[in-house]
């Protein structure tokens, strides 16, 4: 199971050492040799790194990392757009670099760390045992041994810019990335993206002194609402997401054409510039291809393989005294570290909450909202809970602990029967927290 | 002498049980006027298609610019034609909805990339700087054929071949438009073939070679 979760990885890692033995043509038995060191590194530290911190920790240093090298690209995208578009000739440090001669080994040595790393962080939450690993560097370096046979056969005149290298290496590694809701960067960045638009909006009403609804009327609301949704984050996210490669293929569109003007014979001077253009055209290739993996990595992170645990509610009943009581043992197994979520009516009200024995031992029983987002509920996969309207994840730790896009708990006793829940309070705690929230979202009113 | 621009050995094209270029052995400096004579279906047009890279021989050798045209691909063959060659038909076969400047430019799209200054500057060099905006519908055929020539020149063959360029020509065009392509082989010094059924036609160049049923039956060597 665990090796058919690796599938879109290690093709990721097939496509990242394609694109490196591409890009540093001149260097590829070096550049071979580095990606499997480089990737056996990277999957040796990672290993380390989860065993020594088993929580979120390490899952946050890689996507870290991940996030750091997408923040480098930016900064490529940006320098490569300016560098083609100036008029004056401009060298950047950068460039300099890249003209070393142990750049092209430094460069794999760092994308493969990254890879392997990735790798790692998908097998089981400690980081899988010795013998997975093995092969897994294995896999990696086999996988190297086809790139170098299947990279003879592109095209020669395929050739790739050092931009629309690190484009099509970041694409990758966030490609593999999104494949574990952990590393994920898009989701994250589309709930930032939707939490700026919100606080704008928030701080500028403050700071402009404009009342609520005194004379702005509802339907305005309805307008301003927009910038609360779902679509707001997305969009803006997917602007983010996709920039770098956009001004990565505008800055090679604005390649300027090598002069002409010294060749004295029409057609040759003629044939020269077709043949730039041509070869400007083939240099558009890989951005494109990395803007399509851009896309399948949004994709997978709007739409993620992952299974989350997420139960149907079971409709409970409150006793004669007004308690809900959640039997440990019974139907459902309180204990067995997964959450288990029950509905409870009364009158015309309701309440969605569960109940969870977290990783130390205890239950915790909370509401299936938060206090913030809109009441989707919660999934469990992968030591986490996952809101699924924004998409945060919580660790199994934390769960039970009040504030932020935590699930709201609600007080409860444990018995010898099991989990006792004061029923008002639980309609109570609903209403004061969940449907406060949703009111205000619908406007205020 | 100049060396071959045009190299055959026994070259042969048949069409079935039809033998329209008997074995032809021949040798074309570099530079040369070649003017090939015969009457209809003596193999003329069917010589002129094999050394343009516009048909392929059944046997024998054929080098031209010394590339061996047997052995190249269509895509290679299709490079050989953009490059090294330029025709000139009879029939001008001209774009009918495109300008004068427009039909030139499509020669340079094909071959590499357009410039339109340079197509203009092609038709003024061939006395049509008055009439580049013109479709070929309106220009006498005089001046379209000199469209198809500044067209054929415009990216520098190194071969020119001509189909009967004259044959739909009054004789003061047909002046006009050898005296032009003469002062243009001096310029650019590209080889010439010009197939024709037309004697005087024929004197404007080097050399005269007579075909008759496919066979080269004569040669002539022009005075200078």
Known sequence: MVAVKLIPLLFSWFGIVLVLLRGFSGRRVPVAATGVVGFALGVVGAFALLRSYPGELSFGIVRGVVAGVFLLLWGTAVAALYRNTMREFHVFQGEKLVNASFYAVIFTCTTSIIAGAVCTCRLPVTGGTILALLLLVLAAGILVLAALAAEKMLPASLTVSQPALMAAVVALLLFSASSLIRLDLFSPLSMKVMKFAHDFVHQFFESMLIPDHLFIRTYLWGYIGLLFGNGVGFWGGMIIWFTPVVLILLSIRFELLPSVAHIRQGAKRRKLLAAAIRERRIRLVIPLLALLVFAAAAYRSSYPSVEYWDPTPVPVLASPAGEIVIPKQGEINLEDGKLHKYLYKQGGKEARFFVLLNPSGEFTVDLDACAICKPDGYGQAEGTVICYYCKTLIPLETVGKPGGCNPVPVPFTVKADGVHIDALTMINTWGNTVQATARIKEGGK | ?224
């Open chain 2, 1 to 224: 002498m100049a060396p071959a621009i045009i190299e055959t050995n026994g070259l042969t094209r048949s069409y079935g049980d039809i033998c329209a270029l008997k074995p032809l052995d021949l040798q074309v400096p570099e530079g040369e006027w070649l003017s090939v004579m015969g009457h209809s279906g003596s193999g003329k047009s069917t010589f002129m298609n094999l050394v343009g890279g516009l048909d392929r021989p059944t046997a024998g050798s054929l080098k031209v610019g010394g590339e061996d045209l047997l052995m190249l691909s269509e895509d290679g063959l299709a490079r050989f034609r953009r490059e090294f060659v330029g025709i000139i038909f009879q029939q001008h076969h001209l774009v009918p909805y495109l300008t004068a400047v427009e039909n030139v430019m499509l020669a340079q799209y094909f071959h590499s990339v357009p410039d339109e200054a340079e197509a203009r500057s092609a038709l003024e060099r061939v006395g049509l700087g008055h009439r580049l905006k013109n479709r070929p519908g309106e220009l006498s055929g005089g001046e379209q054929q000199r469209v198809c020539i500044a067209r054929a020149i415009i990216n520098s063959p190194k071969l020119l071949l001509g189909d009967e360029p004259t044959g739909n020509l009054d004789h003061k065009s047909t002046v006009m438009v050898m005296e032009l392509l003469k002062e243009l082989r001096a310029e650019e010094r590209f080889t010439v073939i010009m197939v024709t059924h037309n004697q005087e036609v024929a004197t404007w160049g080097d050399r005269t070679i007579y075909l008759d049923d496919g066979v080269l039956v004569r040669e002539e060597r022009m005075r200078s």
